[in-house]
């Protein structure tokens, strides 16, 4: 399977405890974002690179948050000092073509993560 | 950001066609019309993609008016695996990020 992986794809923690996410894109995509989604609700744009670079960030990525994808490849999505409202499912997808107006984004499975 | 509107959710009995509709009233003229699919637990899955007329695909048609203000989504014969969320996006040119709304949760009867 060549398709977007996600791991791990479930995440039980603590409040106030650090939780790191990992995306594998499809090997050729130079594009990769992340999405986070809550139950009822279309997945929210969080961020997106262009190969290793971070060119967007939205308001909702707020400072605990951080990601990186180091070498253009693999992205990590780390979430610092939990809260509960973390609590949703993350979506990573990733895409290659040059014109974002008619880009196909390929989703993976998300990971889902609970905050107690 | 182009706003996209659907309704929120449609009921339909196995072997009909189903068409949901979405208003994109501020679209932009470089932007596309992108449906995807979505199951519990997964992430989306891009159905279909067009700009105007009539876009057909194996698994859906897309039909978008000359004004481009609104598109519709048809699913020929649905089947219980068709339950899903459907969003419909606009834009992503000008390096704005694509936004999804609520959707359309479909749910197939047999």
């Known amino acids: 399977d060549t398709g977007v992986s996600q791991n791990p794809r479930h995440k039980i923690t603590k409040r106030g405890q650090n939780v790191t996410f990992r995306c594998d894109p499809i090997?050729?995509?130079?594009?990769l974002y992340w999405y986070r989604q809550t139950l009822g609700q279309g997945p929210e744009f969080l961020t997106y690179?262009?190969?290793?670079?971070?060119?967007?960030k939205s308001r909702l990525l707020s400072d605990r948050f951080s990601a990186e994808r180091p070498k253009g490849s693999f992205s990590t999505l780390e979430i610092q000092r939990t809260e509960q409202g973390d609590s949703a499912m993350y979506l990573c997808a990733s895409s290659s073509n040059p014109d974002r107006g008619r880009e196909t984004q390929y989703f993976g499975p998300g990971t889902r993560l609970l905050v107690l | 950001l182009a706003k996209t509107t659907q309704p929120i959710s449609m009921d339909s009995y196995e072997g009909q066609e189903v068409n949901i509709t979405c208003s994109h009233n501020?679209?932009?003229?470089?932007?596309?019309i992108t449906w995807y699919q979505q199951f519990p637990s997964q992430g989306p899955r891009f159905i279909i993609q067009g700009y105007k007329t009539k876009v057909t695909n194996e698994v859906a048609s897309l039909f978008i008016p000359a004004d481009r203000k609104s598109s519709t989504l048809s699913l020929p014969r649905v089947s219980l695996s068709d339950t899903a969320v459907y969003y419909c996006l606009v834009g992503g040119s000008g390096n704005t990020p694509l936004v999804f709304g609520k959707g359309t949760r479909l749910s197939v009867i047999a």
């Open positions: 090997s050729e995509h130079n594009r």
């Open positions: 690179f262009q190969n290793e670079a971070q060119l967007e």
């Open positions: 501020n679209i932009a003229t470089n932007d596309y």
